[in-house]
Every structure is written in C-alpha cells, then in structure tokens.
C-alpha cells in the first residue's frame, strides 16, 4: 500500500514538483550551514596543521574549545548566542515571522538565509520539471545543491573547497558508467579537457601578466563538470561563464566603483553556466553552431 501512494507522488507532477520544493527548502537551509561553517573548520584544520608543522601542540589547544562542525554547535544567533528554537528555524517562514530579526535581541537576520532556501527550492523543482521522476533527477539534485554551496563559498572566500568538488566530480565519472547524464568516453575527456583547459588559461596569463587570473579550484570545478556532462558542453560552459563574469565585473567597476584590482570569483559563472548545461545544453548547443554556421 505505502509503496503504491509514493508510486502515486512520484508519478502526479502536482504532488511531485511541490515535494521537492519543500525538500529544497529544507536543503537550502542546510546548505547555509555548510556555507558558513565548512570554510571556518577547513581553517580551524589548516591552523593544527601548521602548528604542528611547527612543532606545536595545537591538537590540545582544539580540545579545550567548543566542538564546531556541521552538527555542533547547534543554530543560535551569533549576536546573543541564544538557541535557534525548532519553530524557529522553519526554512523562509520563520524569517517572515520574525521578521528579519532574532527573537531574543532583534538582531537583524541576513537576507541572504531566506534567498539561498528559495533559490535552492526553485531550482530543484526545475530539475524536477525537466527531468521528471527519474533516477537523473536525484543526481542532478546533487549536482545543483553542491553547485549552490561551492557558488557561495567562493563569494564569501574566493575558495571551491576539495571536500566538495572532488567528491562530485568522482560521482559523476561513476555515473557516466551507466551514461545517466553521458557516456564514459565523454565523461574522462571531459574531466581531463576541463582541468587542462583552465590550468593552460592559468600559466599563460601568469606568464604574461606576471598575475594569477585564477585559483585551482576553478580547474577543477570545470573538470567536474566536464565529468558531468562530457567535453561536448566545455565550450558553451567556458563561453557563458566568461561572458556572464565579464558583463558584471565591468559593471560593478563602472557603477560600483570596484577596485580593477580586485579579484572576481569564477566559480559562481562556472555553476551557473554548468548547471544550465545540465538542463538545456543540448538546444544552446544547437543554437551556438547555427549561430556561428557550424
């Protein structure tokens, strides 16, 4: 019986679509912890490593302080440090209700809690819509969720953490396996072709400038995604990346009056040009070699 009634959720889009909005939502909110904390406890990990280095004993040091990972410590507002109530935490709701602000202190609450739960919830129902219910589905979800948290993480730190890109670029060689997304051919050429493409770009604007155009986690982040989707999207994720991230650092230079020598963060343009690969690539594909008579 309970098998019939989640056959009956999985195969009514009214009842499917807004299931997964709710679980993005709560996502979403999840994925503002991961944002937050996962650059905090990689430094945390870099500073015993370079005391131990060091020959200093910081591992006791550590053991003196309060646990801090995903899990510990639990939600609380960081001006009054008191404890986020369940009720309280209701992904976008609880920030209408208290609007914007801590129950305890009225602190204001970052607007950005509320827009990064939508922006996840929205995006999944539209992989849900364009895939349907199906097994690429939940792995495009994946895909989108770790997209959203290494775009942010790379804004606040300029850094695409190894602890999530290498993990998904792995999946998605493993499932090209199965050619969910793409063959295993288009999987390994890609991955290669996207580190090689980057790491080239990389060393010859250093030679010539004498600068770094880019971090290594930009290599990466295309390697993963060009073991998403294969080497065939690598030019359109390249060129819509580079449009997108050239459009708004000469705007913000114009009408913000941003430093020219300030760096832009790549990995945002790189996820949002991956991801549209992953749903429409093949017709901007199409549309790119019409548009150039290819």
């Known amino acids: 019986m309970m098998m019939d009634q989640i056959n009956s959720v999985l195969n009514t889009p009214a009842l499917f679509i807004p ?11 999840f994925l503002n912890v991961v944002i937050y904390r996962l650059p905090l406890m990689m430094q945390r990990a870099w500073k015993v490593e370079y005391e131990e280095f060091l020959e200093i004993d910081a591992k006791a040091t550590l053991e003196k302080v309060e646990p801090f990972n995903l899990a510990l410590p639990l939600s609380h507002c960081p001006k009054c440090k008191a404890a986020i109530k369940p009720y309280q935490n209701i992904p976008i709701l609880s920030y209408v209700f208290l ?7 009225n602190a204001s609450i970052s607007l950005r809690y509320p827009t990064i739960e939508a ?7 539209i992989v849900a819509v364009h895939f349907g219910a199906t097994t690429a589905t939940f792995f495009a979800l994946i895909l989108t969720w770790s997209l959203i948290t290494l775009s942010f993480i790379d804004i606040d730190h300029q850094l695409l953490p190894d602890n999530i890109t290498l993990p998904i670029l792995w999946l998605g060689l493993f499932l090209s396996l199965f050619t969910v997304f793409t063959d295993s051919n288009a999987s390994i050429i890609g991955s290669i072709t996207g580190y090689l493409c980057l790491w080239l770009v990389y060393h010859v604007f250093k030679l010539i400038t004498g600068k770094e155009g880019m971090g290594y986690g930009d ?9 998403w989707l294969g080497w065939e999207y690598l030019p359109l994720i390249v060129l819509l990346s580079s449009l997108v991230g050239a459009l708004f650092g000469f705007s913000m230079i114009i009408f913000a009056n941003r430093d020219r020598a300030q760096p832009i963060p790549f990995g945002p343009y790189l996820s949002t040009a991956g991801w549209l690969a992953l749903l429409w690539g093949h017709g901007l594909n199409q549309f790119y070699f019409s ?4």
């Open 19 to 29: 299931l997964i909005g709710i679980v993005g939502l709560m996502v979403g909110s």
């Open 119 to 125: 922006l996840t919830a929205i995006t999944s129902m």
């Open 219 to 227: 290599f990466k982040l295309l390697a993963l995604l060009g073991a």
């Open 99 to 105: 609007k914007g602000k801590c129950a305890n202190c």
């Open 291 to 294: 548009a150039f008579g290819l």
